[in-house]
């Protein structure tokens, strides 16, 4: 029944937006029936950084401390701007398998009996258009990046070379997170409103709330757009951050390469 409902809340959505789809052929019992079986329910699991041991402290007692807050500053702005670089380009999210923000889970649980019924098009820009907000908004980013290292103390810094592999993407999320949902949520929001079917969304998922079949955090398009996109963000910092850590070569300036070979076992 739940699946039922919900196929049916995905199909009239699709049916609002294009104005042309006639649902009588749907109401057939055993034709929705059949319909349903075709429904793949797609999950997409968390990227999450690797687990590491902390740092070799001792290989830091060489640096004073403006050194390795300096060096590290330096190796965390290169790894922010790449980051957004990366992103903030046509097919910045859409191209990239890693960040690519998908469907809401209450229309992914429908696609493919949306594509069965030739309305996979509606589906298909939908979601485009969802990643160019998204790349639209990681613009935003840098500023904000860039102003939580320059506020970055001594302790700060310590805590992420002696951290785990994902330590400064942990710092950067804890201290730009509600800024960046500021910034980035007005860019999506404007993008978002261009398309008709992120309207009819948010109408029939207010609704899929209160019948159990929608979380609620993702009841609200632009809202669930800005989070995923946050997301990508972190991710695409955290793979920076491991891959500085793996090769110190490749963080930027000499005294930054010294300071993470010296701390790597």
């Given amino acids: 029944m739940k699946s039922r409902l919900l196929s049916s809340v995905a199909l009239i959505l699709l049916a609002n937006y294009s104005c042309a789809f006639d649902l009588g052929s749907l109401v057939n019992k055993d034709e929705l029936s059949k319909l349903e079986k075709a429904v793949q329910n797609k999950s997409q699991p968390a990227s999450t950084a690797p687990a590491a041991a902390p740092g070799n402290a001792a290989g830091l007692s060489g640096f004073s401390n403006a ?3 300096g060096s590290l500053k330096q190796a ?12 903030a380009k046509e097919n910045g999210f859409l191209g990239n398998d890693k960040v690519r923000i998908p469907l809401p889970a209450s229309l992914q649980k429908a696609d493919a009996m949306l594509r069965k019924v030739g309305m996979g098009k509606y589906a298909d820009e939908l979601n485009t ?13 840098k500023a904000l990046l860039v102003g939580a290292v320059k506020n970055m103390t001594v302790a700060d810094a310590k805590g992420i070379l002696m951290g785990s592999n994902d330590a400064a993407t942990q710092y950067f999320r804890k201290n730009t997170e509600a800024a960046l949902t ?8 404007n993008s978002m409103q261009k398309v008709k079917l992120a309207e009819k969304y948010d109408q029939f998922a207010g ?3 209160g019948l159990g079949l929608v979380d609620q955090k993702d009841a609200n398009l632009e809202d669930f757009i800005t989070r995923k996109a946050m997301d990508g963000l972190f991710l695409m910092m955290a793979e920076q ?5 793996a090769n110190p070569m490749q963080a930027a300036g000499s005294l930054a390469k010294k300071i993470f070979s010296a701390i790597k076992f």
């Fill in 207 to 209: 609704r899929g709330v």
């Fill in 129 to 141: 258009s969802m990643n160019r907000a998204a790349e639209a908004a990681v613009p935003e980013a």
């Fill in 67 to 69: 050194d390795q807050v």
């Fill in 182 to 189: 500021g910034k980035f949520r007005p860019i999506v929001v």
């Fill in 241 to 245: 951050e491991q891959a500085i850590r």
């Fill in 76 to 87: 965390l702005t290169q790894g922010a701007e790449t980051a957004v670089a990366s992103l």
